[in-house]
C-alpha cells in the first residue's frame, strides 16, 4: 500500500508540473529520452538505458571505480576458478538471491541469460562472441555444472580482466528465465516484453515507461545487498537543456542530465546546487590517413600533430570539461600513459613538413559531422593546420554518412570520437593499433605489423604488470608512428540539487559503471 500511494504521489507531482517538493525518498530526473529503445540487457546497447538496465540486473561481475581504476569486481560470481590453460572458467553463484518477483537467481538463470544474447544476437552480442562464444558452439561452452555452478570457456586465453569486464557491462545482466519465457513471441525469448518491463535482481524494477515522456522505476526490496535509500526514480523525458536548466533551479528535478557547458557553469558558486563531474569512457581525436598521399610519411603525421593547440580546444571549445590526455588508453584504466609528448609547436611541424619535401604545405579534406562541437574543432584544427602550410577544406556530414565512407577507408582527414565498450585497454590497443581487426587503424589505413602484433599479444597476457609494460610499449610506438592525435578525453558532467547526496559516487565510472544505490537525501 505505502509503495502505491508513494507511486501515486509522484504521478501526480509530475502531472501538476511539480508544484509540491519531491519527495525525500524520490529522485527526478530531467533527461533527453530519445536514445532508450529497449530495457533487455540482450538488447540495450545505448548509453543511458545502458545505465538503467545496471540497476535493473545483476551481473557476474560488477563494474566499480576503485582508487582511480575502473575494476571488475565479483557480484553474483561469488568466486570464480580458470583453468591452466587460460580458457575456462567455472563460476560458483553466490547462493540465496532471488529476482524481484522471488524466483531463485541460480545457474539455470545464468546460462539461460547468456545463451539468450547469443541467441538473439543483437547489438551487444559480439562482446561475447570476441571471446569465441556463438550460438553455434553455446551448448559446449556454457554449461551448468549444479545448481550453483557454471562453466564457461573461451576460444582463447584472454587476460582475465577482458572476461570479467565484459560480463560486468548491461548485457550480462542476468535474467529471470521464467518470466522471459512465459512472454515468449514468436521465438523472441520475452524481448518485446522486455523491452518496457523487467525480469533481473538489481537494486531497482522497471515500474512504468511511457514513451518521450517518463520512465518510473522502483526500489527492490529484495535486492540482496539491502533495498537502496532512494525507493523511486522518476526520468522525465526534457529535450532541451533550457527546459532541464529552469526545472532544475525551480526545484522540478533533482538531477539535470544535459546541460551546456555553459548552463553548467552558471550553477557554480550557488549553494542550492552541485555540479558533478567524471572522466567520459571515451577519446575525441583526430585521424588521418596513413595510405593516403603526403601522410603516407610519419613526419607528416608527426608535423600535424605538432600543429594542434589542444590546450586551447580543452578551453574554448568544451569549456574545460575535458581531461588532457594523449595516448590512446583513457584516464582510470590499466596501462594509462600520462606522458603527454606533443604540444603546438609551429616551427617543429614546419620543420617536419619540409624534412617530408613539403616545404609548401598541401591541401586535405577535413571530415567531420554536424554536431557543433565537432565543427567548432575541426574549425580549430584548420586554422591551426594554416599556420604550417596545410589548407584543409572541411566537409560537414551526417554521421552515419561519414563513419560509413571512414569504414571504406575513404576518407583523408577526420575529427571523431571513440566510446568504449568494456573497461580493459584491449578494447581501445585493437581498434588504435590492430588494422587486422578492421577498426580504426584499418580504416585510416595502418598497416604496421609491429603494433598490430603487440596489441594482439598484450590481450593475451595473463601476468598484468606485463601487460602494462606491453601497452606503455606499444603507446609509446604509437605516438611516435600513428595517424591518431587525441584531442581529449571528455568529461560527463551534470548539474544537481544540493540536498540530494551521493551522486559524485553514482557517477563514478559513467558511462561503464553507475550505481543508483549511492544516491540519497
Avoid at 373 to 396: C, M, S, V
Wanted: glycine residues 6%.
Amino acid at each position: 500500500m505505502r509503495m502505491f500511494l508513494l507511486l501515486t504521489l509522484s504521478f501526480l507531482v509530475v502531472m501538476v508540473g511539480f508544484s509540491a517538493s519531491i519527495p525525500t525518498d524520490t529522485v527526478v530526473i530531467g533527461m533527453n529520452t530519445g536514445i532508450f529503445i529497449s530495457f533487455d540487457p540482450a538488447v540495450c546497447y545505448e548509453v543511458e538505458p545502458s545505465i538503467m538496465v545496471m540497476n535493473i540486473y545483476s551481473d557476474l561481475f560488477k563494474l566499480q571505480e576503485i582508487n582511480g581504476t575502473i575494476q571488475a569486481i565479483p557480484e553474483l560470481a561469488e568466486s570464480y576458478d580458470i583453468s591452466q590453460d587460460g580458457k575456462t572458467w567455472t563460476f560458483h553463484i553466490r547462493k540465496g538471491v532471488s529476482f524481484a518477483n522471488g524466483d531463485p537467481l541460480n545457474a539455470d538463470a545464468v546460462v539461460y541469460s547468456v545463451k539468450r544474447v547469443l541467441q538473439l544476437k543483437k547489438s551487444p552480442v559480439w562482446l561475447f562472441e570476441s571471446l569465441g562464444l556463438n550460438s553455434d558452439n553455446m551448448n559446449e561452452t556454457v554449461k551448468k555444472i549444479d545448481d550453483y555452478t557454471v562453466q564457461i570457456r573461451m576460444d582463447k586465453s584472454y587476460a582475465p580482466n577482458i572476461v570479467m569486464s565484459i560480463f560486468a557491462e548491461s548485457w550480462g545482466g542476468i535474467v529471470d528465465p521464467k518470466v522471459a519465457q512465459s512472454h515468449d513471441v514468436s521465438g523472441d525469448m520475452g524481448s518485446t516484453y522486455l523491452a518496457d518491463h523487467s525480469a533481473g535482481a538489481g537494486p531497482y524494477v522497471l515500474k512504468s515507461w511511457q514513451r518521450n515522456s517518463m520512465i518510473v522505476l522502483v526500489a527492490n526490496e529484495k535486492y540482496w545487498r539491502g533495498a537502496p535509500k532512494i525507493k523511486t526514480i522518476i526520468i522525465r523525458d526534457m529535450p532541451e537543456s533550457t527546459d532541464q536548466q529552469l526545472s532544475l533551479k525551480r526545484g522540478d528535478i533533482d538531477i539535470a542530465w544535459n546541460l551546456t557547458p555553459e548552463q553548467v557553469n552558471s550553477l557554480k558558486g550557488n549553494s542550492d546546487f552541485n555540479v558533478i563531474s567524471v572522466p567520459a569512457q571515451s577519446n575525441e581525436y583526430l585521424a588521418v590517413n596513413a595510405g593516403w598521399g603526403p601522410f603516407k610519411d610519419v613526419r607528416v603525421r608527426q608535423a600535424v600533430k605538432y600543429a594542434i593547440d589542444y590546450d586551447s580546444i580543452i578551453q574554448n571549445i568544451v569549456g574545460g570539461y575535458a581531461i588532457k590526455v594523449e595516448g590512446f588508453i583513457p584516464y582510470g584504466y590499466l596501462g594509462y600513459v600520462s606522458s603527454m609528448p606533443f604540444e603546438q609547436n609551429i616551427a617543429k611541424a614546419k620543420q617536419l613538413l619540409a624534412d617530408a619535401g613539403y616545404a609548401n604545405g598541401f591541401e586535405v579534406e577535413l571530415v567531420t559531422n554536424t554536431t557543433e562541437r565537432r565543427r567548432n574543432e575541426a574549425i580549430a584544427i584548420q586554422a591551426d593546420l594554416a599556420k604550417i602550410g596545410i589548407k584543409a577544406n572541411i566537409t560537414i556530414m551526417q554521421a552515419s554518412q561519414m563513419y560509413t565512407k571512414m569504414r571504406e577507408q575513404g576518407i583523408q582527414m577526420i575529427v571523431a570520437g571513440w566510446g568504449i565498450d568494456f573497461p580493459d585497454p584491449d578494447a581501445l590497443a585493437k581498434p588504435f593499433a590492430d588494422y587486422k581487426v578492421k577498426q580504426l587503424a584499418w580504416r585510416m589505413m595502418w598497416y604496421d605489423d609491429h603494433a598490430a602484433d603487440l596489441a594482439e599479444a598484450a590481450g593475451f597476457e595473463l601476468d598484468q604488470s606485463k601487460r602494462i609494460e606491453m601497452y606503455n610499449d606499444l603507446t609509446n610506438y604509437w605516438f611516435e608512428n600513428g595517424p591518431f592525435a587525441i584531442l581529449y578525453q571528455p568529461l560527463n558532467y551534470w548539474g544537481t540539487r544540493s540536498e540530494l547526496k551521493g551522486f559524485d559516487q553514482t557517477a563514478k565510472g559513467y558511462s561503464l559503471a553507475f550505481d543508483l544505490t549511492k544516491m540519497y537525501k
